[in-house]
């Protein structure tokens, strides 16, 4: 089946520091990948939506200057954590949409997550 | 290599039970998730297994055994809203997420 990596898949930075995390379709297009941070209880909270050649959508409350995302290809999109604090140690994870031509299928993929330790 | 299997799709009537079973073969646990996603939605949490037996939550229980590499979601008194898609995600040994692809639920009246 389609699959979804993630990296790196742990860091650790000192705060005031930037962080990319990148998310990578492995074999196939995704012109829509989704942001996710899990908390501690477990849930999943949608960050963004990551559409290729375009801007990303922000969900309301997430600072679009402090995780910036860049989707500049079809198997890649990328969540940079600007000046990262640590509150902003979590577990990111991606997933990327599958979307076969015809429309007939259209599948959410996820990865492994990133855990991001900040000090 | 790490493995997780589940139905690809469900059929159940209103009012019904159904259960959606997820085998896993991973290196190491650290628990295991339940998650309900509605087309175009965000994945919703149901539940969380790290030891074995069964943890009920309303309609939802969710049941664990480590040793066979198992864990079933039942869903009792179905409704028309439960028709979702449920993914099942073993954390392994280095806390990655292995997912698997995901069970489409779909209630008939």
């Known amino acids: 089946g389609a699959v979804v990596s993630q990296h790196p898949s742990r860091v650790i930075c000192k705060s005031g520091t930037s962080v990319k995390i990148e998310c990578r379709s492995l074999d196939f297009q995704a012109t829509t990948m989704f942001w996710y941070r899990q908390f501690p209880k477990k849930s999943l909270m949608l960050m963004a939506t990551s559409n290729e050649g375009s801007k990303a959508t922000y969900e309301q409350g997430v600072e679009k200057d402090k995780f910036l995302i860049n989707h500049a290809s079809l198997t890649l999109s990328t969540l940079t954590v600007t000046s990262a604090h640590p509150e902003d140690s979590s577990f990111y994870i991606c997933s990327a949409r599958d979307v076969v031509s015809g429309g007939d299928t259209d599948t959410q993929y996820f990865g492994p997550g990133t855990r991001l330790t900040v000090l | 290599g790490q493995n997780i299997d589940q139905p690809t799709e469900m059929t159940a009537t209103e009012g019904a039970i159904v259960q959606i079973n997820c085998t896993y073969q991973?290196?190491?646990?650290?628990?295991l998730f339940w998650y309900q996603q509605h087309a175009g939605e965000a994945p919703t949490f149901l539940s969380y297994?790290?030891l074995d037996g069964l943890e009920e939550k309303g309609r939802f229980s969710s049941f664990l055994s480590r040793s066979k590499g198992y864990s079933y979601l039942l869903l009792k008194e179905l409704q028309m809203k439960d028709s979702a898609s449920y993914l099942c995600?073993?954390?392994?040994?280095?806390?990655?997420?292995?997912w698997g692809a995901g069970t489409k639920l779909i209630i008939k009246p």
């Open positions: 995600a073993v954390m392994d040994s280095n806390y990655q997420l292995i």
């Open positions: 991973t290196s190491g646990f650290n628990g």
């Open positions: 297994n790290v």
